[in-house]
C-alpha cells in the first residue's frame, strides 16, 4: 500500500509560482513511477508530469506545461514535488500526485492518489 499527501496548493496571481510536494508513505515507494494530474471543473482529469528511474531520473510533461512546470522527487524523503512556474489562470485546477507501475500519462495507470490540492491563478 501506498499513502500520498498534497500540500501546496493556494492563490496566485498569474505569473507567479508555486511548489507542490506530495509525501509518500509505503514500504516500496521508491520502486513505483510518481506523477501528477489535475482536473478543473467541467474537465476530465489530465497529465501534467510524471518521474521514473531508469538509471537516472526520468521526467515527462504535457505539453501544455512544458518549460514551465518541473517534477521531481527525493526517494530518500519519500517527496515528490512540483514545482510551477509563469502559472496561468487556466493552470487552475485540483492538482493530485499519484503513484503506478508506469510513468504514463494515462490516470488510470497509476493506483494510488492523493487527496489533491487546490491551485488557483487570478488574473
Known amino acids: 500500500q501506498v499513502q500520498l499527501v498534497e500540500s501546496g496548493g493556494g492563490l496566485v496571481q498569474a505569473g507567479g509560482s508555486l511548489r507542490l510536494s506530495c509525501a509518500a508513505s509505503?514500504?516500496?515507494?521508491?520502486?513505483?513511477?510518481m506523477g501528477w494530474f489535475r482536473q478543473a471543473p467541467g474537465k476530465e482529469r489530465e497529465f501534467v508530469g510524471a518521474i521514473n528511474w531508469s538509471g537516472g531520473f526520468i521526467t515527462y510533461y504535457a505539453d501544455s506545461v512544458k518549460g514551465r512546470f518541473t517534477v521531481s522527487r527525493d526517494n530518500d524523503k519519500n517527496t515528490l514535488w512540483l514545482q510551477m512556474n509563469s502559472l496561468k489562470p487556466e493552470d487552475t485546477a485540483v492538482y493530485y500526485c499519484?503513484?503506478?507501475?508506469?510513468?504514463?500519462?494515462?490516470?488510470?495507470?497509476?493506483?494510488?492518489w492523493g487527496q489533491g490540492t487546490q491551485v488557483t491563478v487570478s488574473s
Open positions: 509505503g514500504r516500496t515507494v521508491s520502486s513505483y513511477a
Open positions: 499519484a503513484a503506478g507501475r508506469g510513468a504514463t500519462v494515462k490516470w488510470n495507470d497509476y493506483g494510488y
